[in-house]
Structure formats: C-alpha cells, structure tokens
C-alpha cells in the first residue's frame, strides 16, 4: 500500500518547490534505495504536463569505480550526462543511500579525482539554477541506512523526515511552506539592515560582519526540508572564537568538539577532539578554505536533534551554522574555495546573537516578531 | 552465485559487446538485476570502457502509460536519446519483476510509445549494422520468468545458463564454436530463393532471394542461436498458426493465426487476446507484413518457457515477425512494431527449399548442410 505521506511529499516537490509546468523536460534522479519517492515524484510530475524520466542508480558503484577505475575513468564525465545537464528545464535529485559509509575507506586521492569530475557537472548545474534556466531541488527519501546514522528505527526516522517537511497525513504542506516563506523573507530583509553580528554561547564569541550582504531565504525551493537564511560574510571581519558541541562531517567523516578562533576573517587556530588532523587538512585545502563563506540561521523547529545529514542538521531550529570555504554569488561573496564546510553551532539552550549591539536571539529563538511559526 | 555472475559478464563485455578501450557503454537493468549491473559495470571497467547505468523499473513504465498524455507517452528522454545516437556500446539486463504488469493497460497506448521510438529502434539497428554501435539483450533470470516457465527460479536459472553456455568451461570458445554451425546453415540458405514451410494448420511461402541471413551467436542477444533474414515483402502466401504463445510488451495472444495474401495479413485470427493481435496488426502498414523469418537453432533449450528471448531459440523452430525487419538483411518494412511469434516444427513440420525438402521434425539433415 502507498504510504500517503510519500504521494504529499511528491505532490510537494513537483508543485510548490520545482512548480513543474506542461511541456518542461524534468528529470527524478536517485539510488534504488529512493524508488517509492522517485515513482511518486514521476507519478506527480506526469499528471503536471511534464517530460519527465527517471534515472535510478544501482546501488555500490561507485565504490568499484573508485577499486578498479584509472585516473581517466575515475575523471570521466558522461557526455549523455552533460547533455541532460543543459536541457533539462527541471530537476529533482533525491541523496537517499543504502549504505552512508560505503566510500569511507576508498583511497583519498582517487576520490578526489572521483569527486572534482562529479563537482564540474554540479557547478555547471548551479551555474544554470543562477541563470533561472533550471529549477533544481534536493531531497532524501528515508532509508534504512540514513535512520542508523540518525540512531532512530525506520519508522521514528520516517516520522522525523516527514515531520520536518511537513507531510504528515494531518498537514497542509503547501500552505505551510508558503507561511514559511513568508516569514523568513520577513526576517532576512530585516537582517539586510545588519552590520555585525555578534554570536555568543558555551565557550563562544564570535563577530561577523555582514553589512551590505543580502541575506537568503531558503524556503524549501532548492531543498526539501528547508528552513533557514544565510548570507555570505564579509572576507575580513570575522573576529573571535566558536565552539561547535555537533560532530562536524566532511564526505563522511566527522570531526568532534570543534573549536575555531578567527583573526580578520581567517582562521588562526583550529582544535578537535577527534579528526584533528583532517579538521586541518580541510582549512588547508586552499587560501579561501580558512575564511566563512556562510553564516546562517536554522529555523526549522520540527528538527529537533542531530541526524548526521546536512541537508536537515542545518535546519536544526535554534541552531546557527557558519561554512568554511566558498560563498554564494547571490550574497555578494569574494571568497572563492573548493571546500564549503558547513559547521553547526548549537545556540538552543544558552545562545545569544546580537545584532550592532542589540539582543535579537535568544535560547535559539528570535526575541521579536515575525516570529518564526510554531507547530 | 557473484562468480557465475562474474563469469556471464565477462561473456557480455568481452564476447557480445567486445568493449574497447574508451567505449562509452551504457547500461540498463531491470530492478532485480543489481548484483549483475555490479558485475558487468566491472567488467567494462576493466577493458577499459566509460561505463554508466541505470535501473529501468516496471512501475514507471506503468505509470507513464496511465498517467501520461499521448506526448508525455512518445517522447524519448534525452539520455536513452543520447545512448542510441552516439553511444558505442548498450547492455540492456532484461529482469522482470512481473511479466504481465501491463496487462491492464489500454493497447492504443502502448502504440504511441511504440511510434515515438520507432526513429531511435531505427537509427540504432542501423548504427549497429554499419559497425558503430554493439548492443547485447541478456534475459536475466527472475521469479517471474520462472513462474512463466513453470518452474522454481533456480530450475529457470539452470535452463538459461545452459542456453547461454556458462556452465561449459570456456563460454566465449563454446560460442565461437556454436557460431560455426550457424555459418554452415546461413550459407545454405543464402543459396535458397523460396522458402514453403509446412506444419499443423500451416502452408506458408515465401521468397528469399538476395536477402542475406544473420547468424545470431551471441552478439545482440544472449542466450542466442538462431539465423534469421526479412522474407521479400510483398511474397509472404499462405498460412501459419504459431504453436506458443504471442507476447509482446507484457500482453499475449494465443493460437495465433495468420493468412497472408500478396505481402499482407488478411485474417489473423487468436483463441485470446484477439483484439490485442489486431490492434497490434493494424499499428501502421508495416505491421501487417513479416519483417523477419528465422530458424531456432539452440539444442540446449528444447521447452516452451513463455519469455521469447529463449523460445525463439528453440532449436526446431521457426519464428515470423510482424513488423519492423532488421538492418543488414535486406528486408525493407518499417513499422514502430516488431513482434516475433513461434512455430513448433518438431513433431512432422517440413521446410521446402525451392520445392525441396530441406528440413523435417526441426532439423536440417546432415547431407543438406554439407
């Protein structure tokens, strides 16, 4: 039996994050481990008039790539994938995985080689998402393997990933995603105003300047659930120190207790607990790597905890994150880098920010309206 | 299991589709076949091909066939587009999960998807012809073709490793040798003008001069052996009643019968599925003329399993299509249907060869192929 919470979520994604219009040539793509979303996701773009086709991976080959490739197979670009790259007026990518680890023990070196072949078509991607040729959203089904990552059953997991996009069998998602937008397009053209932000919270006090720097809704178009704004900081300005109590994860490997301290914008000291030394490696990626490419608030209030996937531990409602390395374009960013790290700071129990010297957030709330919608 | 497994893939890489170096290879795979796309994304890994794959899964098929406009249903997206223009190589693991999944869906449909591939099926039969593209159709063993069969999976997977010769000790020598026998019976018919076919219900006759014969050793299709051409078109007379069931896209017609006048069915006649059969022979004016007819010659697989990969294999059979004939036979019909249907000639069927007799109970006697 279709579970109806699959079929909403679909509806959503075709409808109110892609809004699949007749006649767009639309693409669903994901690892069989995704197929009942992928299937509704088709389902719902059909029934919009779209060209639509899926292309569903089979899971475990990029781990042979990656055991038996040469550097040229390894570096490869599919010329079918470049041309569907430029047609498709639409784009659904869903990262559901059977196994999170799979490439944990796969040589560095080759995956990088792996991995700059896969980020040319990702930025070619972004390049027209920028452009507004192409409407592109990112999404998980949940998986068996996403759940263990989570330390939750199947089941919980499906409640937590259902939740935090709201499509439970109760919810009105679009009409919720709509109220969503609403708000944080509210919040971030009061944040525009902003010249500094000062971020203090266990062992941490960390100034941002962020004058002249747009601040962005995220609204659940390019990712679903979404739930935050961000911008991109000015290069020099970051002053000061932050603790991040969340393991930080880097293409799966994490890094815990991660303390920064900042100097005219650039990373000076670094320490960790665990994965110290990869912590590094990481800020030494490239010049761009030690300075914030993002700072962002969370704002998603129905995830409540720590999952081990970006895509919703971002969105932590009373969360803040910063990103290592290259910013966003739209922000108005300078700092150009291969690595962009997100790290996630939790403010929910005692953080405070302020904004030129005013109390705006407290205990991981905004302390004045638009308030952030509670459910 | 993954060593058989590996072993088949090595036949389809290295045999069927002989991937080179820099070969753009594209592989599709029904949803059970994983363990097998593993195997053969590996295999052309190592001989040195740029592969990439895809699961092709029922349900979408379905669903695009219910929910889709006729547009939505011709159109072809553009990486199946890309692969049959400009690939080299497409590995195509056909695993059903459910033979019949398409039963409840409306056959006019089926007639627009059919139509709006029908330019690719072209251009990639005629690539593959000219030498610039090699394709290989591996049935893989499913639970539903065993149940088609009749048979529990593993009893179905025995019967199609041993039609594809994997159990022998070098496969890929086994073919080359196989391939060898079917050399000897392309030649002797590329020596006949007229072909009369004769068995229960049946007196058929039709011309094959200049057409030149395939020899089908496990190149395009595996498991394999048949030697196959497209009759003249506008010579097919007579009769013919096809002993198995006719399947095509999930959909079948039984005791199918067919009365050629000119070229052209007149009747066509089936105990079930009737209205499908003529639906189908009235798709376009090509589908009422036969674009191919082949000898089965693969002795390993002697039973009537329902998935017609193998039943036209059947060493003792005959097969005709409606429809579409092959690039490089010489046959000329186009139509977006190609529709193979088989015809026992085991128990008393006779083939004449320009009025004499050539064949009897499915075989070719020793002293007509020397």
Redesign the interface.
């Known amino acids: 039996m279709r579970d109806l919470r699959v079929e909403k979520f679909a509806e959503l994604i075709a409808g109110y994050s892609l809004g699949l219009r007749d006649?767009q040539?639309f693409?669903v793509d994901g690892e069989?481990s995704a197929?009942p979303l992928i299937?509704a996701i088709?389902?719902a773009a059909?029934?919009r008039?779209?060209?639509?086709?899926?292309?569903?991976?089979?899971?475990?080959?990029d781990e042979?790539?990656l055991e038996?490739?040469?550097e040229e197979?390894l570096g490869?670009i599919?010329?079918?994938?470049v041309?569907?790259t430029e047609?498709l007026d639409a784009w659904a990518t869903l990262w559901s995985s059977s196994n999170t680890r799979a490439l944990t023990r796969a040589d560095p070196a080759r995956r990088k080689t792996h991995l700059a072949a896969h980020y040319r078509m990702v930025n070619r991607r972004w390049e027209r998402i920028s452009a507004g040729e192409l409407a592109w959203c990112g999404t998980l089904f949940p998986t068996q393997a996403h759940a263990q990552d989570a330390e939750m059953s199947l089941t919980q997991y499906e409640d937590f990933v259902y939740g935090a996009c709201h499509v439970r069998e109760e919810d009105d998602p679009i009409a919720h995603w709509e109220s969503v937008a609403e708000t944080l397009t509210a919040r971030a053209r009061e944040l525009d105003s902003v010249r500094e932000l000062r971020v203090v919270g266990p062992d941490t006090d960390l100034r941002v300047g962020v004058e002249g720097r747009p601040w962005i809704p995220s609204e659940g178009k390019q990712n679903m659930p979404d739930g935050e704004i961000f911008t991109s900081p000015l290069e020099t300005a970051t002053q000061g120190e932050i603790y991040f109590a969340f393991p930080s994860i880097f293409q799966g490997q994490e890094v815990e207790n991660v303390r920064l301290r900042f100097e005219d914008g650039r990373v000076v000291h670094a320490e960790a607990t665990s994965g110290e030394d990869y912590l590094r490696s990481l800020i030494g990626t490239d010049s761009g790597a030690a300075v914030l490419g993002e700072v962002a608030f969370g704002l998603n209030y129905e995830i409540d905890r720590f999952t081990r996937d970006i895509l919703f531990d971002e969105k932590i409602g009373g969360t803040m994150h910063v990103a290592l390395g290259g910013g966003f374009d739209e922000a108005g960013t300078q700092n150009k880098s291969d690595l962009h790290w997100d790290l996630i700071c939790d403010l929910r129990q005692e953080g405070e920010v302020y904004a030129d010297g005013e109390l705006v957030w407290k205990a991981g709330r905004f302390v004045t309206e638009p308030a952030v919608e509670r459910v | 299991m993954s060593e058989r497994l590996a072993r088949l893939a090595d036949v389809l890489v290295g045999y069927s589709t002989a991937v080179r170096p820099g070969d753009?290879v594209?592989i599709y795979?029904g949803?059970p076949t994983?363990p097998l796309?593993?195997e053969v994304?590996?295999s052309v890994?190592?001989a040195?091909g740029?592969p990439?794959?895809?699961?092709?899964?029922d349900?979408?098929i379905e669903?695009?066939l219910i929910?889709?406009?006729d547009?939505?249903i011709a159109?072809v997206?553009?990486?199946l587009a890309?692969?049959l223009e400009?690939?080299d190589v497409m590995i195509v693991l056909d695993g059903p999960e459910n033979t019949k999944h398409l039963s409840g869906v409306d056959p006019a449909k089926m007639t627009v998807r059919a139509k709006g591939r029908e330019p690719y099926q072209a251009m990639y039969l005629e690539r593959s012809n000219r030498g610039e593209f090699r394709w290989v159709l591996w049935g893989y063993p499913t639970n539903a073709s065993a149940q088609d069969a009749g048979m529990s999976l593993e009893e179905f997977e025995t019967l199609v490793h041993g039609a594809a010769f994997l159990d022998s000790d070098d496969p890929i020598a086994a073919w080359r040798q196989f391939g060898e026998e079917l050399e000897r019976v392309g030649s002797f018919l590329e020596t006949v003008s007229e072909l009369r076919v004769v068995g229960e219900d049946t007196d058929l006759t039709f011309g094959v001069g200049g057409r030149t014969w395939i020899r089908a050793d496990g190149h395009s299709n595996l498991p394999d052996g048949e030697v196959f051409t497209g009759p003249v078109e506008d010579s097919v007379e007579g009769t013919i009643r096809f002993t198995f069931p006719a399947t095509i896209r999930g959909r079948v017609a039984e005791d199918v019968r067919l009365r050629f006048e000119g070229g052209e069915v007149v009747e066509s006649t089936a105990s079930t599925g009737e209205d499908f059969l003529r639906e189908m022979v009235g798709m376009d004016d090509g589908a009422r003329r036969a674009g191919e007819f082949a000898f089965g010659l693969n002795r390993a697989v002697t039973e009537y399993t329902g998935s017609l990969l193998l039943d036209e294999k059947i060493g003792g059979t005959v097969h005709l299509a409606l429809g579409r004939s092959i690039p490089g036979t010489g046959g000329e019909n186009q139509s977006a249907l190609h529709w193979d249907m088989v015809c026992d000639l085991r128990q008393g069927g006779q083939v004449y060869a320009d009025g004499e007799l050539v064949y009897r109970d499915g075989a070719f006697p020793e002293s007509v192929l020397a």
């Open positions: 006649g040539v693409r069989e197929l299937s088709y389902r059909l029934r008039g779209a060209l639509a086709y899926t292309q569903i991976r089979p899971a475990g080959l042979i790539l038996e490739g040469t197979q490869h599919s010329p079918g994938q041309v569907q047609q | 753009i594209r795979g949803r994983t796309v593993r994304y590996r890994l190592r040195g740029f990439s794959a895809e699961l092709t899964v349900e979408t669903d695009l929910e889709g406009d547009d939505q159109w997206p553009p990486d890309w692969t400009h690939g």
